[in-house]
């Protein structure tokens, strides 16, 4: 169990420049997850961490000890690889026992180091078969098996769910966090998956080509995402940002007319965008204070569920709201939806947050 | 893999309509089979009638002395073990052949493990080494005559140069450094085939199961021992296999480069089959032995085609 520090890291791949100044610290017994578009570098970083590629300029520093000269053995890391990596032609068993047996572990311990991790993982019946022989989920058992029993300090994760099925994805989300209450080992996972990392992170990281934009608690991401980035990144469905201008009373205005009820200290006139979640928006009555309405285009149902796709006139996309499934609507219907005001969020011209009020407390 | 995909899926395989009920109609057989003919006609002639002639021409005696061939029974397979030089070109054939292929296998090897590295010019190494195989393999030889000759050699010159031997050696005329010498230069001449294969063999090795083992704390020879070369086995096993058809058949650069000696030291069955039947013209003796030559290569041969066959 350690803590895990990155100064300044950058990385060049020939003259293009990947990660460009990542400084970070994750905690010691911490569930660190990566989050960020493809190809933004959250592998990169990763193996940086791990040692599999070297640092062009900063420094990594583990437990406190800086190993930018460290190869990955030496460590004390365990990685599970997205393609899961295991060795084809050894068996389940000898691929877990495979780091203690170059470690000169002597093969009585490493039979009951093997079997005791292979219970945890429900693997105990599969030690004798190859690879090839397994499916999916249990090749994913392996590969973190491999992992665990090595006993490291920092576990890192690249996508380690990504080739499963959604059932078995769940599943496996639900080993990973009790492998995490168990271990307690200070833990690094990247994924594009939101619930993934909505459900599993004590820390998210979002990065973005080559750049950390925020990092913080799953709920601090999802309440006060600190720029446009990170708010259409964190969340399912996207937040709805619409192009909106300062009014004359620093309230938001949309280019169809409506009002949105926040205020802001930006100058009358400012050009602004403004975000609110689908889950934030709901159905209003005629005439109530800052309502959008539009006609539907599209409306999903998942069941519990229901997104509806609505045309508001001055916004480039559709806006989409969560309503109860119970609800009845039908495209082309006219629907009004009206936004919690504590939710609303501001984002200037260069996409940084910026702060709100409500209206009511600065009127009185 | 494409065929399970084919299959699971719900989309029907087009194929043509005979072949939906079953294959082909007997008349349509008839005219598939007419098809065959010609490879049919070509294999008869250039390989079954030869072979059969020489199969005959092993029971008989048949040289400059004897116009007509005389069936002489197995008289010419008996007088091949009661004769010293021929036994020793089997012992030749087989040091070179051992030595010839350990060294394309290791060697090919080696290079494609570098080969296999990122560094700069890596692309223009990689064109160079086909090379020995574009040239035709009398160019070969002469080559290699060269740099083994004794005045003018390079390999002399560096040597004496560095001051490793104190004068200019003949090595095409020792026995152990004409063999040294055929060795080399077959190695050389088919070391790029083998690269090739071992080559695009590791390229489809797996770079996360070899950071995987990396962190496992794999070091470079725990890789190529534990994850490299049960990776290549496949590709051993054929290059093995090929390696020794290849060198047992090898004829060209040997005949060229020393003709067989010194003293028979590099004469293989393929130089003492020619010497047999065109310096001495006796026919029944070179068939003979050229039967006994094909029966080593048979098992080899069969290995091979096996594999092959499994794999298709
Ligand atoms: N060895 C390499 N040489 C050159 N460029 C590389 C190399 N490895 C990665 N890159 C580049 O670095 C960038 C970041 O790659 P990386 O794999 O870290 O992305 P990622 O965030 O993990 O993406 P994904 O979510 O798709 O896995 C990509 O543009 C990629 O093309
Ligand atoms: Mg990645």
Same mark, same amino acid.
């Given at each position: 169990?350690?803590?895990?520090?990155?100064?300044?890291?950058?990385?060049?791949?020939?003259?293009?420049?990947?990660?460009?100044?990542?400084?970070?610290?994750?905690?010691?017994?911490?569930?660190?997850?990566?989050?960020?578009?493809?190809?933004?570098?959250?592998?990169?970083?990763?193996?940086?961490?791990?040692?599999?590629?070297?640092?062009?300029?900063?420094?990594?520093?583990?437990?406190?000890?800086?190993?930018?000269?460290?190869?990955?053995?030496?460590?004390?890391?365990?990685?599970?690889?997205?393609?899961?990596?295991?060795?084809?032609?050894?068996?389940?068993?000898?691929?877990?026992?495979?780091?203690?047996?170059?470690?000169?572990?002597?093969?009585?311990?490493?039979?009951?180091?093997?079997?005791?991790?292979?219970?945890?993982?429900?693997?105990?019946?599969?030690?004798?078969?190859?690879?090839?022989?397994?499916?999916?989920?249990?090749?994913?058992?392996?590969?973190?098996?491999?992992?665990?029993?090595?006993?490291?300090?920092?576990?890192?994760?690249?996508?380690?769910?990504?080739?499963?099925?959604?059932?078995?994805?769940?599943?496996?989300?639900?080993?990973?966090?009790?492998?995490?209450?168990?271990?307690?080992?200070?833990?690094?996972?990247?994924?594009?998956?939101?619930?993934?990392?909505?459900?599993?992170?004590?820390?998210?990281?979002?990065?973005?080509?080559?750049?950390?934009?925020?990092?913080?608690?799953?709920?601090?991401?999802?309440?006060?995402?600190?720029?446009?980035?990170?708010?259409?990144?964190?969340?399912?469905?996207?937040?709805?940002?619409?192009?909106?201008?300062?009014?004359?009373?620093?309230?938001?205005?949309?280019?169809?007319?409506?009002?949105?009820?926040?205020?802001?200290?930006?100058?009358?006139?400012?050009?602004?965008?403004?975000?609110?979640?689908?889950?934030?928006?709901?159905?209003?009555?005629?005439?109530?204070?800052?309502?959008?309405?539009?006609?539907?285009?599209?409306?999903?149902?998942?069941?519990?569920?229901?997104?509806?796709?609505?045309?508001?006139?001055?916004?480039?996309?559709?806006?989409?709201?969560?309503?109860?499934?119970?609800?009845?609507?039908?495209?082309?219907?006219?629907?009004?939806?009206?936004?919690?005001?504590?939710?609303?969020?501001?984002?200037?011209?260069?996409?940084?947050?910026?702060?709100?009020?409500?209206?009511?407390?600065?009127?009185? | 893999?494409?065929?399970?995909?084919?299959?699971?899926?719900?989309?029907?395989?087009?194929?043509?309509?005979?072949?939906?009920?079953?294959?082909?109609?007997?008349?349509?057989?008839?005219?598939?089979?007419?098809?065959?003919?010609?490879?049919?006609?070509?294999?008869?002639?250039?390989?079954?009638?030869?072979?059969?002639?020489?199969?005959?021409?092993?029971?008989?005696?048949?040289?400059?002395?004897?116009?007509?061939?005389?069936?002489?029974?197995?008289?010419?397979?008996?007088?091949?073990?009661?004769?010293?030089?021929?036994?020793?070109?089997?012992?030749?054939?087989?040091?070179?052949?051992?030595?010839?292929?350990?060294?394309?296998?290791?060697?090919?090897?080696?290079?494609?493990?570098?080969?296999?590295?990122?560094?700069?010019?890596?692309?223009? !190494? +990689?064109? #160079?080494? @086909?090379?020995?195989? &574009? $040239?035709?393999?009398?160019?070969?030889?002469?080559?290699?005559?060269? *740099? %083994?000759?004794?005045?003018?050699?390079?390999?002399?010159?560096?040597?004496?140069?560095?001051?490793?031997?104190?004068?200019?050696?003949?090595?095409?005329?020792?026995?152990?450094?004409?063999?040294?010498?055929?060795?080399?230069?077959?190695?050389?001449?088919?070391?790029?085939?083998?690269?090739?294969?071992?080559?695009?063999?590791?390229?489809?090795?797996?770079?996360?199961?070899?950071?995987?083992?990396?962190?496992?704390?794999?070091?470079?020879?725990?890789?190529?021992?534990?994850?490299?070369?049960?990776? !290549? +086995?496949? #590709?051993? @096993?054929?290059?093995? &296999? $090929?390696?020794?058809?290849?060198?047992?058949?090898?004829?060209?650069? *040997? %005949?060229?480069?020393?003709?067989?000696?010194?003293?028979?030291?590099?004469?293989?069955?393929?130089?003492?089959?020619?010497?047999?039947?065109?310096?001495?013209?006796?026919?029944?003796?070179?068939?003979?032995?050229?039967?006994?030559?094909?029966?080593?290569?048979?098992?080899?041969?069969?290995?091979?085609?096996?594999?092959?066959?499994?794999?298709?």
């Amino acid at each position: 169990m350690v803590s895990v520090v990155l100064s300044g890291v950058r990385k060049s791949f020939g003259t293009v420049e990947i990660l460009k100044g990542i400084d970070l610290t994750v905690e010691d017994g911490e569930f660190a997850v990566f989050v960020g578009p493809s190809g933004c570098g959250k592998s990169t970083l990763l193996r940086m961490i791990c040692g599999l590629d070297e640092v062009t300029s900063g420094t990594v520093a583990i437990g406190g000890e800086v190993v930018n000269d460290v190869p990955p053995a030496q460590r004390g890391i365990a990685m599970v690889f997205q393609s899961y990596a295991l060795y084809p032609h050894m068996t389940v068993a000898e691929n877990m026992g495979y780091s203690l047996r170059l470690a000169g572990v002597d093969k009585a311990e490493i039979r009951s180091r093997v079997a005791t991790s292979a219970a945890v993982l429900r693997l105990d019946k599969l030690l004798d078969r190859k690879p090839r022989e397994l499916s999916g989920g249990q090749r994913q058992r392996v590969a973190i098996g491999r992992a665990i029993v090595r006993d490291p300090r920092l576990f890192l994760f690249d996508e380690p769910l990504s080739n499963l099925d959604a059932a078995l994805r769940v599943d496996m989300r639900a080993e990973i966090a009790s492998l995490k209450a168990r271990l307690g080992s200070t833990m690094i996972y990247v994924t594009h998956d939101q619930i993934e990392a909505m459900t599993l992170a004590d820390k998210i990281v979002v990065m973005n080509a080559g750049r950390i934009e925020q990092v913080g608690s799953p709920l601090d991401l999802y309440r006060m995402p600190a720029n446009r980035f990170v708010a259409g990144f964190i969340g399912s469905p996207r937040m709805n940002v619409v192009a909106a201008v300062v009014g004359p009373d620093g309230r938001p205005v949309l280019a169809g007319g409506a009002v949105f009820p926040v205020r802001t200290d930006l100058a009358p006139g400012t050009r602004i965008d403004v975000g609110i979640r689908a889950e934030h928006l709901s159905p209003a009555e005629n005439g109530d204070e800052g309502t959008l309405s539009g006609a539907v285009r599209v409306v999903e149902h998942l069941g519990s569920d229901v997104f509806v796709h609505l045309a508001v006139e001055g916004a480039a996309y559709p806006v989409i709201v969560r309503i109860g499934g119970e609800r009845q609507v039908r495209a082309g219907d006219l629907f009004r939806v009206t936004p919690e005001p504590s939710s609303i969020h501001v984002f200037d011209a260069a996409g940084l947050r910026v702060p709100t009020r409500s209206p009511a407390r600065s009127a009185a | 893999m494409t065929m399970t995909s084919v299959e699971g899926s719900a989309a029907p395989m087009r194929v043509s309509a005979h072949a939906r009920k079953g294959g082909l109609k007997a008349h349509e057989r008839r005219v598939g089979r007419l098809f065959l003919l010609p490879a049919l006609a070509a294999f008869t002639l250039v390989i079954l009638f030869p072979f059969l002639r020489a199969l005959a021409v092993a029971f008989t005696r048949s040289d400059l002395q004897t116009p007509e061939p005389i069936f002489v029974g197995l008289a010419n397979f008996r007088a091949i073990l009661a004769t010293p030089e021929i036994i020793g070109a089997f012992v030749t054939t087989a040091v070179y052949v051992g030595l010839a292929t350990a060294g394309t296998v290791v060697l090919g090897l080696g290079w494609a493990l570098i080969l296999n590295q990122s560094f700069r010019g890596r692309a223009v !190494l +990689r064109a #160079v080494t @086909l090379i020995p195989w &574009v $040239l035709p393999s009398t160019v070969t030889a002469f080559v290699w005559g060269w *740099i %083994f000759n004794s005045r003018f050699g390079v390999l002399n010159a560096a040597l004496v140069g560095v001051g490793a031997i104190p004068y200019p050696t003949a090595w095409l005329s020792t026995t152990g450094g004409a063999m040294t010498a055929v060795v080399i230069t077959k190695i050389w001449f088919s070391i790029p085939l083998f690269m090739s294969f071992f080559l695009a063999g590791l390229q489809s090795l797996d770079r996360e199961q070899i950071d995987a083992a990396r962190v496992d704390g794999a070091g470079n020879f725990a890789l190529l021992r534990d994850h490299i070369l049960p990776h !290549l +086995r496949p #590709v051993l @096993l054929v290059v093995i &296999v $090929l390696g020794v058809i290849g060198n047992l058949q090898h004829f060209d650069t *040997i %005949f060229a480069l020393t003709g067989g000696g010194p003293v028979r030291a590099t004469s293989v069955l393929s130089i003492e089959v020619y010497r047999r039947a065109f310096d001495q013209w006796d026919l029944g003796m070179a068939s003979a032995l050229g039967l006994l030559w094909v029966a080593t290569i048979m098992p080899a041969a069969y290995f091979y085609l096996r594999h092959l066959l499994k794999g298709a």
